[in-house]
């Protein structure tokens, strides 16, 4: 705040530097100067009630739709975060969204991708295509935020009881996207172009490990058989931004996803006579620190970063029976195909060198979740100024590369795709002190609500807007 336009085109000048000037030219006794000495106190005044530059941008259309509908967004995310649903079985959040989509006068089609729910509205006016995208499912996490409208859903996650948490935020995602698809529907006769709505399922990854889920899901199912967008856009709520933040990133910025499974086979025995049988569980562990060697010494990370992480170990029933097997389950995060292959190849070859000196056997299994997540450059240079609109150019941050992962990637595989972060951590507190997405502790500024929206909004409209688009 307290910015105004200086003299010289396209340069700004603080309210301080105007004063300066204003003394500087009441007190000068060249006769040029008094005209502007007598104009500079009324622009002072001026400058002082002037919003920064960001408000100044900022469509009327999206600050008045903001405005009225924030209320409404607000109530659905409480909603929408008290009935959380894991992936493929969003059956509740879907019919939320598709009643609301009828009611906007559009006509969803529901059960894409199993749960999904799509809708296109066509502008009055000729124009491009977008599609924007917001993942409806939550995670197997039981809440621990203390908020009142907490998540105390239970259910069940690949044979183990949970709990059901949005503890990564897309509560968020579903609420924006509703506000936005309203905004825009009452806008449709001026409205040039045609957007379609997408809400998907499953973003977290399949209810069974090696099923197709999620965005592939739905685009293998026709979701752009129909309807093939120019571009498609979508954002995230993320806690290691301040609210009042946006993140973005051209080219590469999320990792890809692997999810694999090691299955070591040994031989069953008696705990107290090992050399009896072949111990997998053992195995398993040399196989487990063995593999960080190939990050640490055979990858070049300062050009590839990668991640190889184990999140399960499970084998054996009793404390002195050695099993018959172990199975390790993880992820792997890497941002380039070629290195994504050759890291399995040796993740393989390291399983199995292990478990052939122990006269064990390894089978390592892995399922592609998500490609490496990338936006487009030119269409996130072309956007980016519209973030900067709502938000202020200093709110809009470059973001690192980071090893978390999104299924969007595969909406952007297909077209130009534009993924942008927005900030959910007060400002009074410090990032790195912050609960992260997944945390059961994680509960995001309702803030991000209002400025995701206006964010999403204003680059639909001006994206829909350009003519070069069409």
Avoid at 139 to 145: N, R, S
Avoid at 149 to 168: D, I, K, L, N, W
Avoid at 416 to 430: C, I, L, N, Q
Wanted: charged letters at 20%.
């Amino acid at each position: 705040m307290g910015r105004s336009y200086g003299p010289c085109p396209g340069r700004w000048l603080s309210l301080l530097q105007l004063e300066r000037i204003a003394t500087m030219t009441t007190t000068c006794r060249n006769p040029a100067m008094l005209p502007i000495a007598r104009l500079l106190p009324l622009a002072l005044a001026l400058a002082s009630a002037m919003p920064v530059l960001a408000q100044e941008a900022q469509r009327a259309d999206v600050a008045d739709a903001a405005q009225r509908l924030q209320p409404k967004v607000v109530e659905w995310r409480r909603d929408l975060h008290q009935h959380p649903e894991l992936g493929n079985h969003e059956t509740r959040t879907a019919q939320v969204v598709a009643d609301h989509l009828r009611a906007l006068g559009l006509e969803p089609r529901t059960g894409i991708g199993v749960t999904g729910v799509a809708a296109v509205l066509k502008g009055g006016k000729p124009g491009p295509r977008i599609a924007l995208r917001a993942d409806m499912d939550a995670l197997p996490v039981t809440e621990a935020t203390g908020l009142p409208f907490a998540s105390t859903v239970t259910s069940e996650y690949r044979g183990q009881p949970v709990g059901v948490m949005h503890a990564c935020g897309h509560d968020l995602h579903v609420a924006i996207l509703m506000g936005v698809a309203e905004a825009l529907a009452g806008m449709r006769d001026v409205l040039p172009g045609e957007v379609m709505f997408v809400f998907q399922p499953a973003e977290e990854g399949p209810p069974v490990a090696g099923e197709v889920a999620g965005a592939k899901l739905m685009l293998d199912e026709g979701l752009f058989d129909d309807f093939k967008p120019d571009a498609v856009l979508g954002l995230h709520v993320w806690s290691r931004l301040h609210a009042g933040q946006l993140g973005v990133r051209a080219g590469p910025f999320m990792a890809s996803a692997d999810e694999w499974t090691l299955t070591i086979t040994g031989r069953q025995t008696h705990g107290s006579q090992p050399w009896a049988g072949v111990d997998p569980i053992t195995v398993a562990a040399q196989v487990l620190l063995g593999a960080q060697s190939i990050i640490a010494r055979q990858v070049d990370i300062t050009a590839h970063p990668v991640v190889l992480t184990a999140g399960q170990i499970q084998s054996g029933t009793r404390f002195n029976i050695i099993p018959d097997a172990a199975t390790m389950v993880g992820t792997l995060r890497t941002f380039d195909p070629d290195v994504r292959a050759d890291v399995i190849e040796r993740f393989r070859n390291t399983a199995e060198h292990f478990a052939a000196a122990s006269g064990a056997t390894a089978t390592l299994d892995v399922a592609g979740n998500a490609p490496s997540t990338s936006n487009d450059p030119a269409l996130t240079a072309r956007l980016r100024p519209s973030l900067e609109k709502v938000a202020g150019a200093g709110q809009v941050v470059e973001v690192p590369r980071y090893t978390i992962a999104e299924d969007f990637s595969q909406f952007a595989n297909v077209v130009p795709g534009f993924y942008f972060f927005v900030g959910t951590t007060p400002r009074d507190m410090a990032l790195d002190e912050a609960p992260m997405n997944h945390s059961p502790l994680y509960a995001p500024d309702e803030s991000a609500l209002d400025l995701g929206l206006r964010a999403l909004l204003q680059a639909t409209l001006d994206f829909l807007d350009n003519d070069d688009a069409r």
